[in-house]
Structures are given as structure tokens and as C-alpha cells.
């Protein structure tokens, strides 16, 4: 949450500064500022509530020829979104400026001291603590200011800092949150996410919790909090340019979904043996022989990602000998639970920097249990901080609606199963219808999509009432849910998932003729069962819509209207199911003129928790 930008070296500071914040602009977008020292050394900053283009109108016409800057895109924790509580904040003096990611815990007892002091707060943030702080602690070096402040602030941070009385520099930290450094020539960049930096290089440092780096235009180093230097490795980034951006779609979860057919692909690339009817995921290797001989699995992964790993338990538990759990990420760290080595902990992350989910790898690890991670973001904190793991290798994912990564989670999730399986009971034949199911699901998405007007037209139809429950059985229940966060976080209509034998115990007394249910029917054991629960529906006046891959007459007799899918394997078929309830959403929010890309309230990454 919070996207942070800094920039120092020959060019002028501002138009990066601003590029980069409207590609970090999913991290959060409820205000906007920067702050760049220009050739005098005079600090000129602007702040702005709603969009960077906002700000972006702010400085058009002005003269801003600085080259070091530090800008930020707000999600706002503490503090409503107002011009005053946008960063950069400065300090009374004015001279310094700090942007920061993440909730400084103890600010209420520092400002309380600050204060009694006679220090005249001008937010209501936590963050401004810390730029007041090191204002009062310089003495001729920012990063000893900023060392000194580092010494009290308690919580969580990545944080930038300028001064006009160091200039030319920027101080950058971390602890809980973020902080990648781009490395360029006779220029230094800064971001809370490689995202930002794209454009500009492709050498990156990645800090580490409790790293500080001092960057100028032509060097940074990386010191530890009482100063001592840090060899952190260079990396390369591997997306493009084009691969963040929009091209002719309106929206980028738009163009997400139809890269689907593409994700996929690029989740099995080099990962399959067909002949052999194995998986290969080269970042299991090490770890292969312990990961065979595991008791237990517990996956830990929060909204989209634990859909993915609900879905992933019956993947597991259909395919491998090993026991299986799913937890909420943001609940597994508060148990009382018993891990060692026979226990593994798969954390699901697109983002890779999840605060819960990293805090649950962390506590797994803590008590010996193996952590593997499952994540879209190469070099992200979980990425680096799990013992073992796959990517997704699906490119960036902007649109704050996860799409595209949740069906890569699933391919992977089966690829992993695999894997382990045929060192278990998984047959050769099994393994190698698996492997052909797989291979077959792009052009079975590309097939679905070709059906995007009928989706349209149902989104047309349905997206007046105000509710929407969303039911299934077994494999598909977590699907449902899945289909409901997708409606209700971009199209802000009410929607519910729920395992269809639960409707009886509470939820059919909201149907009426204004409530519809979409239900995801599959051909297996739970039909007959999924039937009763739709003419218990209809029984009500509820209207309903069926998905599935397996359309009888009966369906057709009872639901209002019916989506076909292709027919898979049955632990594939979530990939395939869940891709109308995405369009489906999908129109169902442009109808309402919502912001599809930016929904209210959301930010892509959840480093707060
Ligand atoms: O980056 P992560 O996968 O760890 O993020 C977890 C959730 O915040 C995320 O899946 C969220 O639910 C989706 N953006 C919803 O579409």
C-alpha cells in the first residue's frame, strides 16, 4: 500500500517522479504529492487529494528543472485523504521531507514528545513523526539523521528522505515494507516496487528488512542500521514496458483476462514432461526430497491467493498423499500451531509482499516448518524470504482485481501436486492426462472469451440488483467465492459466495425475485445436488444463472439463463469456470461506471496489516 518514488541524478526529477507514480498508482490512489529540491536547493512541493493526475495538472506550467525529488501515492491509514495529510511531509524548518510506506505503531507517543517540545504538527499522519524527527536530529549528514530516527520509530516502513541541507541525496529504509533501489548511469531511482522503474533500468537492489541506502546520481550504498556497509546483489528485471500497459483496452483487468489464455502457457513453459507424465518446476529441486516426505501442507494466502489455495486443497488432496490445510494468512499467524520439518507452509502471493502472508512464512520458518512460495513478483519479500518455490512468470498484473495471477496460482497449484504425486500413487496414464489437460485449457479460455458479448448481455440484465449470491459444490465453492469478491470489489454490488448445502442454513431467506444466484454446476458426484438447491431457488422467485461445463435440459428448465464452459479435467475446471464470473464483473462495474482499474478503498499490494 502507498506507492513511493525517488529519483536523483541529470534528468529533471519531476516527470519521473510523476511516471512513476501513475504506474505504482494501483498501490493506492487516494492523494498524491512529490517534493523536488531544485538548483538552489529550494524545496518545491506539491500535494494533491485524488489521482497523480491531479497532481500531475498541479506542476504543468511550472518551472521544475531539480534533479532529486521524492514523491508518493497515498493509501491513507491515518489521517482522512487531505491536501495536509498527502506526502511529502516536511518538518517545521521545511528543509526536510520524508515519504513513507507502511504505519509507524509508537507516533502517538513520539508526537506527544515532539509536542511538548514545541513542535507544531501540520497532519494527522503517523508519518510525519519521523521527517520531524530527523529534522531535530541533523547534524550535517542525513543518513546519520535518519539512523538516529530509525533508533525510535517502531512499526512498519519504507521510507524516503530528502533535505536541502544534504543535497543531492536521497536516505531510503526499510523494515516490513518495500524499498527496491534502480540502479542507472549517473542516476539513481527508488520505488516500492519495480514497476516504477521499468522504464528507466534494469538493475535493481532489492533491500532487505533493517537495510538503509544512500543514493546519489552517480553511487548508492546499502548500510545497515548502525552503519555498517551491506553487500546487497544486483538483479535484473524481467518485465518489458509494454507488458505494464494498457495498449488499446479500456481496462487493464480487461486486458488481464484475455492474457489468460497466454498465462497459462507461460505457467507450464518448461514445466512439464509429457512422456513421463511429470512435472518440473526447477525451484522445488532442492528441497524435493523433504517436500516428498511431508506429513502436512498448510497453505496460507489472503483474498484472491486463498481462493486459490482453497481450490488448491482439493488439488492436493485429490493428487497426493499428504494432509492438507488452507488458512487465512491473517489468522495462521495468531494460532497455537505445531510445525517442524514434516510440515510444509505454501504461501500464495501474487505480489509477493502481502504483509500477512509474509508474516505467517515467518512465523512457519520461525518453528522449522519448510516454506515454499507460490509468487507472481521475481525478487519480491516472499519470494526471497521462502526456502524454496515456483513463479507464476505471468507478468505484471495491474488492474487492482486479481485475474490472470489466480489462474496461474491454479496451474501451478496442479503442477506442484503433480509433482509430488507420481512420487506418489499418481499413475503415468493419470500423470499424462493431467499434462494434456493442461496443454488443452489455452484454447479452451480462448474459447470462452469469443463469448464475451453473451456475458455482457447477462451483466446488462443482472447488474441492477443490488445483491448477488454466488453458489457451488466441492472444487467449485471456493470458485463461487471467488466470483463474489471479483463482483462485489469492482462493482460494489453486495455479493456472497457460498457452498450450495449451506443455503438451507441461512442465506435462502434473502431470496426473492430481486436476489439472483449464479451457481456453478459441474457434471460430478454434487449435480443432482446442485439441481435441488436451484429449484429451491426458483421455488422463491430467485432468478438464476448457471455456469457450467455440462448443460442439461433440466438446467435449462429451471435457470433464467445458462453459460457453457468447456468440459476438463475436474481440477482444471476452476481455471475455466472462473473466467466468465471475471467478465462477468467486469461488465457488470463498467454498466455502473465504476472504476474498474482503481476500485474504492483498494490498493493491489497489502503492506499494512
Ligand atoms: O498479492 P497477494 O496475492 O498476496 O494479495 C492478496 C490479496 O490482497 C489479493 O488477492 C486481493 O484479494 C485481490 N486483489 C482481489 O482481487
Known amino acids: 500500500m502507498c506507492g513511493v518514488v525517488g529519483y536523483v541524478g541529470y534528468r529533471k526529477a519531476a516527470p519521473i517522479l510523476i511516471n512513476g507514480l501513475k504506474r505504482l498508482e494501483y498501490r493506492g490512489y487516494d492523494s498524491a504529492g512529490l517534493v523536488a529540491l531544485d538548483k538552489d536547493n529550494q524545496p518545491r512541493r506539491y500535494r494533491g487529494v485524488g489521482r497523480v493526475k491531479n497532481l500531475e495538472k498541479q506542476i504543468q506550467g511550472e518551472d521544475l528543472v531539480a534533479t532529486c525529488g521524492i514523491s508518493h501515492t497515498r493509501w491513507a491509514t491515518h489521517g482522512k485523504p487531505t491536501e495536509g495529510n498527502a506526502h511529502p511531509h516536511a518538518d517545521i524548518s521545511n528543509k526536510f521531507f520524508v515519504v513513507h510506506n507502511g504505519i509507524i505503531e509508537n507516533h502517538a507517543k513520539l508526537r506527544a514528545q515532539l509536542e511538548a517540545d514545541g513542535v507544531t504538527f501540520s497532519s494527522e499522519t503517523d508519518t510525519e513523526v519521523i521527517v520531524q524527527l530527523v529534522g531535530r536530529n541533523f547534524k550535517g549528514s542525513l543518513e546519520g539523521a535518519v539512523e538516529e530516527v530509525l533508533k525510535v520509530i517502531e512499526g512498519t516502513f519504507g521510507i524516503a528522505v530528502v533535505s536541502s541541507e544534504d543535497p543531492g541525496k536521497i536516505v531510503a529504509a526499510r523494515r516490513g515494507s518495500p524499498v527496491v533501489l534502480g540502479i542507472g548511469r549517473d542516476e539513481m531511482f527508488i520505488a516500492s516496487d519495480v514497476g516504477a522503474l521499468v ?8 533491500l532487505e528488512d533493517n537495510d538503509l541506502a544512500v543514493m546519489t546520481a552517480t553511487d548508492y550504498q546499502v548500510l545497515s542500521f548502525d552503519h555498517v556497509p551491506i553487500k546487497r546483489k544486483t538483479s535484473m528485471i524481467d518485465w518489458t514496458v509494454e507488458e505494464g500497459e494498457r495498449g488499446d483496452y479500456p481496462h487493464f483487468m480487461l486486458k488481464e483476462i484475455y492474457e489468460q489464455a497466454e498465462t497459462v502457457r507461460n505457467a507450464m513453459r518448461g514445466r512439464v514432461q509429457l512422456s513421463e507424465g511429470v512435472a518440473v518446476l526447477g525451484g522445488l529441486q532442492s528441497k524435493i526430497h523433504q517436500i516428498q516426505h511431508l506429513k502436512k501442507l498448510i497453505i496460507v494466502s489472503c483474498g484472491t491467493s486463498y481462493h486459490a489455495g482453497m481450490i488448491g486443497r482439493h488439488i492436493f488432496e485429490n493428487l497426493t498423499e499428504i494432509s492438507v490445510e ?19 507452509v505454501i504461501a500464495i502471493s501474487q505480489s509477493g509482499e502481502t504483509i500477512d502472508t509474509l508474516a505467517a512464512i515467518r512465523e512457519a520458518r520461525r518453528k522449522g516448518a519448510l516454506t515454499i512460495g507460490l509468487v507472481n513478483v521475481v525478487g519480491s519479500t516472499i519470494a526471497r524470504e521462502t526456502e524454496c518455490g515456483v513463479y507464476c512468470h505471468a507478468g505484471p498484473e495491474i488492474g487492482v482485481a486479481s485475474t490472470k495471477i489466480f489462474v496461474s496460482q491454479l496451474v501451478i497449484l496442479n503442477l506442484m501436486a503433480l509433482l509430488i504425486g507420481r512420487y506418489q500413487s499418481v499413475s503415468l496414464s493419470e500423470g499424462i492426462n493431467i499434462i494434456k489437460c ?16 453473451r456475458l455482457e448481455e447477462l451483466a446488462r440484465k443482472y447488474e441492477k440488483f443490488p445483491n448477488c449470491l454466488f453458489i457451488g459444490r466441492q472444487i467449485h465453492h471456493p470458485v463461487a467465492l471467488e466470483g463474489a469478491l471479483k463482483l462485489k470489489e469492482i462493482s460494489y454490488i453486495h455479493a456472497e459466495g457460498y457452498a450450495a448445502g449451506e443455503m438451507k442454513h441461512g442465506p435462502i431467506s434473502l431470496i426473492d425475485e430481486n436476489f439472483p444466484t449464479l451457481a456453478l454446476v459441474s457434471g460430478d458426484a454434487s449435480y443432482e445436488k446442485m439441481i435441488s438447491n436451484i429449484q429451491e431457488i426458483k421455488a422463491r422467485s430467485g432468478p438464476v444463472i448457471i455456469v457450467t461445463s455440462k448443460r442439461t435440459a433440466e438446467m435449462d428448465e429451471f435457470a433464467d439463463d445458462v453459460f457453457e464452459v468447456p468440459s476438463t479435467h475436474e481440477l482444471l475446471q476452476p481455471i475455466l469456470s472462473v473466467v466468465p464470473l471475471q467478465l462477468y464483473s467486469y461488465y457488470c462495474a463498467r454498466f455502473r461506471g465504476c472504476e474498474i482499474d482503481k476500485p474504492r478503498n483498494l490498493a493491489k499490494s497489502v503492506t499494512v496489516e
Do not use: H, W
Request: aromatic share 10%; proline share 7%.
Open 199 to 206: 522504464p528507466y533500468t534494469d538493475q535493481v537492489v532489492y
Open 438 to 453: 493442461l496443454q488443452e485449457l489455452p484454447d479452451q479460455i480462448s474459447g470462452i472469451l469469443k463469448n464475451a458479448p
Open 326 to 344: 488452507v488458512e487465512l494468512a491473517s489468522e495462521f499467524r495468531y494460532r497455537r500451531l505445531r510445525l517442524d520439518e514434516t510440515v510444509g
